[in-house]
């Protein structure tokens, strides 16, 4: 046998008991929520009063301040991402590939779309780069020569 058991329309008996047993009592709940929090849940529900300007308010727009030319360097990171960045501002300007471990070999790999990349360096430095595309790294060619020698067939000093 099922029984169904369906909500009834309004609120249910117990609810408006219970409703009725504190709107009946509020004071001396109120009076005893004062007393615990020494006087600050009264206080908490008095309107507070907003607060009004006096005498003039300027407010000085701050300006975009002026763009300076970015100062870019390469730079190969803990994670293996070789990118292009600006110093004055520390942000990434271009992501030009990946160093990536390869039987066992760290090997770079030029950002490109043949080499699976979903966003890939400008054609104009896939040609100047293309030499680099599948470098080793080793104890003699480490990721600073790698970043030095990227930034040697880019122009950046």
Same mark, same amino acid.
């Given at each position: 046998?099922? *029984? ?18 504190? *709107?009946?009592?509020?004071?001396? @709940? ?65 992501? @030009? ?25 400008? *054609? ?19 990721? *600073? ?13």
């Amino acid at each position: 046998m099922v *029984e169904i058991i369906s909500k009834r329309d309004g609120p249910r008996r117990e609810d408006m008991q219970v409703k009725r047993l504190i *709107e009946q009592n509020r004071s001396t @709940i109120v009076q005893l929520a004062d007393q615990i929090s020494g006087g600050g849940y009264s206080a908490s529900r008095k309107p507070r009063q907003q607060p009004k300007a006096e005498g003039l308010i300027i407010h000085v727009g701050g300006s975009v301040s002026p763009a300076t030319e970015p100062k870019p360097s390469i730079r190969v990171t803990m994670n293996g991402r070789v990118i292009s960045k600006d110093q004055n501002t520390g942000r990434q300007l271009h992501h @030009i590939g990946d160093v990536r471990n390869r039987n066992g070999e760290q090997i770079f790999v030029l950002a490109t779309k043949q080499n699976g990349f979903f966003s890939p360096v400008d *054609e104009t430095i896939a040609e100047a780069l293309a030499g680099l595309d599948g470098s080793r790294l080793t104890a003699t060619y480490t990721e *600073e020569q790698l970043a030095a020698d990227i930034g040697a067939k880019l122009g950046i000093a």
